[in-house]
């Protein structure tokens, strides 16, 4: 398994004394993975000032991506933030914030 870790990832996993996958999985998660809270992640979401549609949803994409990848790799897998829920919640705070711009709104509109 060794052979197929490289870069940054094999520098980190070659200070493991024991490399049994569930140690390896660990470190790399603790060290490249999702650092922010769901609530962190949230509050984030919903802070986005009003900016163009596009600056919108690409922010918004972002925490969805990182919403996502932090429910993969959490043993608990909470309800609330399946990918599902997660894509539902940040779909609707980007409608949220484009309403708030009618002129973005009525484009979208167009488009739907």
């Known amino acids: 398994m060794m052979s197929k870790i490289q870069g940054k990832a094999a520098a980190v996993v070659r200070r493991l004394n024991d490399r049994n996958w569930e140690n390896m999985k660990v470190l790399l998660t603790n060290t490249f993975g999702v650092k922010e809270t769901y609530l962190q992640i949230k509050e984030d979401a919903d802070r986005i000032q009003s900016?163009?549609?596009?600056?919108?949803?690409e922010h918004l994409?972002?925490?969805?991506?990182?919403?996502?990848?932090?429910?993969?790799?959490?043993?608990?897998?909470?309800?609330?933030?399946t990918p599902t829920n997660n894509e539902s919640s940040i779909s609707e705070k980007f409608?949220?914030?484009i309403h708030r711009n009618d002129a973005m709104y009525n484009?979208?509109?167009?488009?739907?």
């Open 95 to 97: 409608l949220n914030k």
């Open 51 to 57: 900016k163009s549609a596009k600056e919108i949803f």
């Open 107 to 112: 484009i979208l509109e167009q488009y739907q």
């Open 61 to 81: 994409e972002f925490n969805l991506d990182k919403f996502n990848l932090k429910y993969k790799l959490d043993n608990n897998h909470p309800f609330e933030f």
